[in-house]
């Protein structure tokens, strides 16, 4: 029986070795970010003794263990916790393997309770900046803000409404119809205070003194969105920096879990690590006096942990950790999401209420002008269809087909003039001016000859001649002569140069026959090109369920990795030494770390380019593989890359993905707000 249990409990320890499965519930970025922390920390190998000496205690402790392999929702892990409070609870170790799994434990525990803590705190940070987003678009957009005004006005009006009642109710005066007489409002509620009633009700996010009156209200409703988007932003910013400063505890987590340096330093990591735990749940707003007090006693804290030994330190530390389970993550929680309740986006019901009131009766009006107008309406279409169907035979079949004849045979139509047109009017010519030196020139067959060829040439010498003479007496000539009959001549000779100018036109015309069909095509093949996208954009729309998630979707990304473009170019300052003095105590690198609010908005960018190519990329495609291998590189989790390295990884990504994503084109725009 004793050989099965060391044969489980070795299966049990190499278990550990195992990467996690189904995470329970964590987003991707972190399960990859801390996914070396969980393989880290494994159980001491036992030796013969305290194997045949196995205990109860030891077969509990390796349960928690295997449990811990993989990341554990809340409730669970508070499970784990409070069984791992009762083992230690009980008389001491007595062996140095009880010990020994205790810690191994308690390191899992501290790596879970890490995890959550900075699952909890990325979800607010990234909450906060959806809604800021969200704003950013109300704001900017061209009628984004007359159109929410539109849709807040009805809950403005209540809002001044029942401000107005309490303080009528407060002057101890009836309600009544007269009451809301513009005398009576005037005696109940002074000019002054009726002004700071409207203020408070309509606009109660603008704390700068502003004239109500004489304010543009589209201008109001701006700045009260963009009050609410700095105050998301700021409120991103604290989360962010709780987020980097565990972030750039991920080493000195590593390290305790990896045992490395001596036992007095472990100890000083574990405690550094607890502190900082407790002091990323604190309240940090900027008049929170809270966590400045807990900053400035991390140290003190450590060192009362530093000096437990043994069980005393498992037995001090769980119920710390504990007590960030059960309590300060979840008021933190508690905090955030009424931080963001009171500035986040209207409900839905609120945004679509203009959809609801005003789309039935225009949707009503327009079906009873297309029925009372179907007649027409039925024309219209006829006469749609058969221009359509017109375009297509006339100006896209038809010419394609021409295109394709012409390819396959050529063409030997005459265009302007056709070749026996030609030969007839020279034929006649020839005859005409041979006929004439015959009889007025007594020409041989041999001259009659020779004058044929002359005139194939053009040249109509002889016959010029003749009408040199002619002209010296023109009315005798005219009457007796010749003079009409060379005019004649000359007149047949131009119908003939004419022909040749129109037959080499007519060459020129079929050399080029097979360009100007397709000059002629052109057009139709434009009009088809533009209508296809059009109707490929329609299909595809603009709202997440275009190409790669849609427009909206791309936008946002880009967004992202031009905002970790810029925290890599920003100035390298630390807004919190004394916490950067600690981190660096612990791992004992003197190595400057980076600002712990440009580490937190770096994972949460980098969060959302993980997710936006794990959920929207081709599944298993040569792209997602190539974009996630990019975000790798630029999440750099060993710590091996600089800042310099890690902007040649953004500009490799601008290069590699900006014309796929649309970075440099349709992706920069603004989305249909929802």
Known sequence: MSHIRRLSRANDVHSFLLPPSNPAKMSVFLTHHTQSLLQTALPPAASDADSIAYTDRQDRLHDLLVRLNN???????????????????EAQFQHSTDEALAWAALNRCIVAVYLQIMEALLSQAARADEEADWWRMVEQ????????LLQTFP????????????????????????TFAPSSINHLLPPIMFIRICKESLFPHLQHPYNLFKTNPIELTRQECKVKRLKLEELRDQTAERLGVLSNLRSVVYDTLAGRGSLDEARERLANIVCLLEWSLTDHDLDSQE????????????????????????????????????TSLQVDGSRSDAAIRSLQRPSRLTRLWPRFVFLPPLAYLAFKVIFNSRAQLYATLADTKATAIGFWHGWVLEPVRGIIETVRTGSDTAVVVSKEGLNSDLDSLERMVTALAKEKLKFNPVQLTELSTQLRQGDLTPVLKIYENDIKSPISSALTGSLIRTLLIQVQKTKVDIDL????????????????????????????????????????????????GGRHRRERVWIAIRRIERLLNAPNTNSNLSLEAIIQNSTGRHKSLPPSLTTGLLLLSIDHLRSYGVNYLPPR??????????VDDLEDAGATLNREDRLLVVQRMWRSWGRVLGWGGDAVGLSELH
Do not use: C
């Open 141 to 148: 957009r061209g009628g984004g803000t007359a159109w929410y």
């Open 621 to 630: 495609s040569r792209l997602q593989m190539g974009f996630l291998e990019d």
């Open 501 to 548: 100018a129109a037959s080499g036109i007519d060459k020129l015309l079929r050399s080029q026959e097979l360009t100007f069909a397709f000059v002629g095509v052109a057009p139709s093949i434009t009009i088809l090109y533009f209508f296809s996208n059009w109707l490929k954009n329609l299909w595809a729309g603009s709202s997440g369920r275009g190409r790669f």
């Open 71 to 89: 990341p554990q929702k809340r409730d669970a892990l508070v499970d784990i916790l409070q069984t791992l409070t009762e083992i230690a609870a």
């Open 291 to 326: 966590a400045r007090m807990l900053s400035l006693s991390l140290p003190e804290r450590a060192m009362q942990l530093k000096d437990l030994h043994g069980p005393e330190a498992i037995r001090k530390i769980l119920p710390q950790l504990q007590g960030l389970l059960s």
């Open 155 to 178: 809950g403005r009006l209540k809002k001044l409404s029942d401000q107005m009642l309490r303080t009528i109710r407060s002057h101890n005066r009836p309600i009544s119809l007269s």
